[in-house]
């Protein structure tokens, strides 16, 4: 009789699961961020996302003590969104020695790679990192610190009344200051009392620093900020801009669309989009009335009226003249689909006395005065936001800000 040696499993997962798991996850991270505010994104696509990364943090839990060594190479690499991916498994893992390594790997981190280990901290259970985290705020460097109030803000454990926030609030450094103001975003005007530095910041140069500091004082109801938004809407400002479309009072419609219009295409439509008015819509079907002399800005606006009312007028395909004499842009050109104009003149019909006599348009609904559960379903994250933060603008507080 032949012995059969007993089967011996080296591992109840399989291995190389492991390094797929992780950059999935690592990917999918990254869409998450560029998600996060998108005009086209709806809830239900950004829940969809966020279970898949939830399955991907799952697929590398199951290699439990086994874990740490084999996201080692992750943890300690030069990629922002690898470095989170194998951060925030471990944290979530709640093992005290898996957050020692990471907190280890923190305080080496630089650059980029940081903001990772940020976004992790900021995003898994804090039980075993907080302390180390306060003390990063108190004596780390200053892009350590800055890392340490985004986490500790996400968290609800920041103290506005820090002695370093001050002094990073006006850091000088790029990558610095706008963090901290982000990790400011959960305290509404109520929370503390604790005066902020907003015209020095707003004086900087940073336009990443100035898009910080607006997304603070919007959020917490400052009584300023339409005035702030409005005049460096008319400086160009592109922050200024943007939150000008979110926040202009019904009666400043015409005159944000003048400033719109000198806009490149894409950037004039999509603000209108933004800004949601009846005028914006009436503008837009205006934009897509001659194709033929302005393709592109015909073909934006196109994508603008759907998003303003929810109806694709979708037409035609053109590819554009090549803009230089590569070889590669004369095969490959750039392609727009043009509206289809007997399409947007029966929308308008059928629709155009109810949608001018409406407040502030999306997908199809008028988000004025309320947000249903259906708009909810079908509206854009930007449109979502910009609703809520009109509403701390009047004094209610409905949602936490976007921070990571």
């Known amino acids: 009789m032949v012995a059969i040696a007993q089967l011996v499993l080296r591992h109840r997962f399989i291995p190389e699961r492991i390094t797929v798991h992780a950059e999935e996850l690592a990917y999918l991270w990254q869409r998450r961020r560029a998600s996060l505010r998108s005009p086209d994104i709806t809830l239900p696509d950004f829940t969809y996302l966020q279970e898949r990364i939830d399955a991907h943090l799952q697929g590398l839990l199951v290699a439990g003590a086994e874990l740490a060594p084999m996201l080692d190479g992750f943890l300690h690499g030069d990629q922002r969104d690898e470095a989170f991916a194998a951060a925030w498994a471990l944290l979530r893992s709640e093992q005290p020695d898996n957050a020692r390594k990471v907190l280890e790997a923190f305080a080496a981190a630089r650059g980029p790679v940081l903001d990772g280990f940020a976004d992790a901290l900021a995003t898994a259970p804090a039980t075993h990192t907080a302390p180390t985290l306060q003390a990063a705020l108190a004596h780390g460097s200053p892009p350590h610190a800055a890392a340490a109030a985004l986490a500790l803000g996400c968290h609800r454990q920041?103290?506005?009344?820090?002695?370093?926030?001050?002094?990073?609030?006006?850091d000088a450094s790029p990558a610095v200051a706008p963090s901290v103001w982000r990790a400011l975003l959960p305290l509404d005007s109520s929370s503390g009392g604790v005066p902020l530095p907003f015209a020095a910041a707003l004086r900087q140069p940073s336009p990443a620093l100035r898009q910080a500091v607006l997304d603070v004082a919007v959020w917490r109801g400052e009584p300023w900020?339409?005035?702030?938004?409005?005049?460096?809407?008319?400086?160009?400002?592109?922050?200024g801009l943007g939150w000008?479309?979110?926040?202009?009072?019904?009666?400043?419609?015409?005159?944000a669309l003048a400033l719109f219009a000198g806009r490149p295409a894409p950037q004039r439509t999509a603000l209108a989009a933004r800004l949601g008015r009846p005028a914006a819509i009436r503008a837009v079907?205006?934009?897509?009335?001659?194709?033929?002399?302005?393709?592109?800005?015909?073909?934006?606006?196109?994508?603008?009226?759907?998003r303003l009312t929810g109806l694709s007028v979708e037409g035609e395909r053109k590819a554009l003249p090549a803009a230089s004499a590569d070889p590669l842009e004369q095969?490959?050109?750039?392609?727009?689909?043009?509206?289809?104009?007997?399409?947007?003149?029966?929308?308008?019909?059928?629709?155009?006395?109810?949608?001018?006599?409406?407040?502030?348009?999306?997908?199809?609904?008028?988000?004025?005065?309320?947000?249903?559960?259906?708009?909810?379903?079908?509206?854009?994250?930007?449109?979502?936001?910009?609703?809520?933060?009109?509403?701390?603008?009047?004094?209610?507080?409905?949602?936490?800000?976007?921070?990571?």
């Open 158 to 170: 920041l103290d506005a009344r820090s002695p370093r926030l001050a002094s990073l609030l006006l």
């Open 225 to 239: 900020v339409l005035d702030m938004v409005r005049q460096l809407a008319a400086e160009g400002d592109e922050t």
């Open 244 to 255: 000008y479309a979110a926040l202009c009072p019904a009666d400043e419609q015409d005159a």
């Open 285 to 306: 079907f205006d934009w897509m009335a001659d194709p033929g002399s302005d393709p592109v800005l015909a073909a934006a606006a196109a994508e603008a009226w759907e």
């Open 331 to 404: 095969d490959f050109p750039a392609v727009v689909f043009l509206p289809d104009l007997a399409k947007a003149r029966q929308h308008w019909a059928t629709y155009g006395e109810r949608w001018l006599a409406g407040g502030c348009w999306c997908r199809g609904f008028d988000l004025q005065a309320t947000m249903t559960s259906e708009a909810q379903h079908w509206i854009g994250l930007q449109a979502r936001w910009d609703f809520a933060a009109r509403a701390a603008q009047a004094g209610r507080w409905l949602l936490v800000p976007p921070m990571v």
